[in-house]
């Protein structure tokens, strides 16, 4: 199995030294995170985000499936990440290395365990039938700051999502098509976002948002803050490292609030965007033979 | 420009007038073209076409992603780990790695050697580059047996990565008028403002490289870059 590549020796003196100076080698503030960009697919359901060379695509789709026996009035709710050999060489298929491993984790605390998305809703019949949803998360391109990238991605694409209308008449389930219903949106409760901090020096006390690839192999450790543009935190994760001050992990926090809200603004305005340029005009101009020659 | 570095894809019969004569030298063929006997010279890959009639020599100049070794090429390695009479040292992330023999240093004796740790990085000269073996590397000309600039390097420092056309256009020995590439000469000249040697300059040097490497800037596009960057620093 190829191993990951590491950086030179000289080049990790000079990445802990320049930032000693408070200087990165992109020249960005330590607080600053890389120009993001996010798009959506013609298809319901696709975001694809980038985060300077980062690159990270998230797809939702849906399908009808039969209920945990445990759960029979909750529908079914999967996020499937994958980091192929495409995003690096060290990567392989059907080996999930531990990036992945921590990666998926942290997507299934944040958007699973915080209930962001209403499982109930997606209900059927009870017991019997219900909506499975399932996000897969494709990293295209990996120059760090995995997590952020595609946590933004999954809740972009969870949002921008329709499901097939239902109805129940008489016992009998109908699923329509696009054609005979609009499809419906998910039910969504809250749009919870991370942020990854990554801690340099000695003592931990240099923190920076947004690491690249170069920077997250220097780095003595990292802290990812999942929270809501309501301040309300989902989950901190600090998986070993050099311990941090608690005051500096405060800091981060509320800092990572002001990100939240930025990402989360981003969002509804890209959202906003991709409904008007799919709003052809109402029923009738969707309806219209004619051609615009 | 464009008559004279015309652009050819692979498998393109190559039009005569192109090539050059003398009457000398034999035709020279350099990377990206492919000689069928009897007499047909084919591109291999896409890219520009450059021909030398003073040396008799034609090539493809063209931008790929893997670099492959060629003999003479001055690189920068990185130490993966030593054996008893080689260090094995990277070339490019994720290829088979190069031999680095403990004596291929200036004066290196068994006994004074340099011992060079894991991750270190060394300039170093191609030496063997053939197909289906590890190529091999040294720090010393075996002619001189001096070290002519080569050997490993110390100290903090940052290697930037670009694209390998971007580093052949560099390596030009007029890289601003034959290579469009002045980023370096303006951050030394008047447009850099005296630049000191401190971390903040290595950083400017390697995003103005990078910058002009990934928009595949041109001159006036750099002269812009720079004095942003310049500014951003003060």
């Not at chain 1, 948002?209 to 809501?228: F, P």
Request: glycine share 8%.
């Amino acid at each position: 199995m190829p191993r990951e590549a590491e950086p030179s020796l000289n080049e990790k003196q000079f990445v802990t030294q320049a930032l000693q100076e408070n200087l990165r080698l992109d020249g960005r503030e330590f607080d600053q995170y890389r120009p993001v960009e996010l798009t959506f697919g013609d298809q319901h359901g696709v975001a694809d985000v980038t985060l300077g060379k980062t690159r990270v695509l998230a797809k939702a789709s849906a399908e009808v499936t039969v209920p945990y026996a445990d759960r029979p009035l909750d529908g079914v709710f999967t996020i499937a990440t994958e980091l192929s050999p495409m995003a690096s060489p060290a990567f392989e298929v059907n080996r999930p290395t531990e990036t992945e491993v921590l990666l998926s984790r942290l997507l299934e605390k944040t958007v699973r365990r915080s209930g962001a998305l209403d499982t109930e809703s997606l209900c059927l019949v009870a017991g019997q039938k219900c909506w499975s949803v399932r996000v897969d998360v494709h990293v295209l391109s990996h120059d760090g700051n995995l997590i952020d990238a595609s946590c933004l991605a999954v809740v972009a694409a969870l949002r921008h999502f329709r499901k097939p209308d239902t109805s129940m008449e008489g016992g009998v389930l109908t699923v329509y098509t696009p054609a005979e219903r609009e499809p419906v949106p998910l039910s969504w409760l809250h749009s919870p976002f991370c942020v990854t901090w990554s801690f340099f020096g000695e003592e931990a006390d240099i923190a920076l948002l947004d690491a690249t690839w170069m920077e997250e192999q220097v780095r003595v450790g990292s802290c990812t803050v999942s929270l809501n543009k309501h301040g309300e935190i989902c989950q901190i994760a600090k998986l070993g490292g050099t311990p941090v001050d608690a005051v500096v992990l405060l800091q981060c926090t509320s800092v990572a609030l002001a990100k939240v809200k930025e990402f989360s603004e981003l969002l509804d305005k890209r959202l906003a965007e991709d409904l008007k340029r799919r709003d052809k005009g109402g029923f009738m101009a969707e309806l219209r033979a004619e051609n615009d020659r | 420009m464009a008559t004279d570095r015309p652009l050819v894809l692979p498998g393109e019969t190559i039009d005569p007038s192109l090539i050059p004569s003398h009457p000398k030298h034999p035709l020279r063929l350099g990377p990206g073209l492919r000689h069928i006997p009897p007499s047909d010279i084919v591109p291999t890959v896409a890219g520009q076409l450059i021909t030398n009639p003073v040396k008799n020599s034609m090539w493809v100049e063209y931008n790929s992603q893997r670099y492959i070794p060629s003999v003479g090429d001055i690189v920068l390695a990185q130490i993966l780990r030593s054996t008893t009479d080689f260090y094995l040292c990277t070339l490019s992330q994720h290829t088979a790695p190069a031999t680095l023999p403990h004596l291929a240093f200036e004066s290196a004796t068994k006994k004074t050697r340099p011992n060079l740790a894991p991750g270190q990085l060394v300039y170093a000269r191609v030496t063997l580059a053939n197909k289906h073996m590890d190529p091999e590397v040294e720090c010393v000309s075996a002619a001189t047996g001096k070290a002519e600039g080569l050997g490993p390097i110390t100290g903090p420092g940052c290697a930037f990565d670009v694209s390998l056309g971007f580093a052949r256009r560099l390596l030009m020995a007029r890289s601003a008028e034959d290579g469009g590439v002045g980023v370096l000469e303006m951050l030394g000249g008047e447009e850099g403002g005296g630049l000191a040697e401190s971390a903040r300059t290595v950083v400017v040097v390697g995003r103005a490289l990078q910058e002009t490497d990934r928009a595949g800037l041109g001159m006036e596009g750099q002269r812009r870059l720079v004095k942003k960057l310049v500014r951003e620093m003060r």
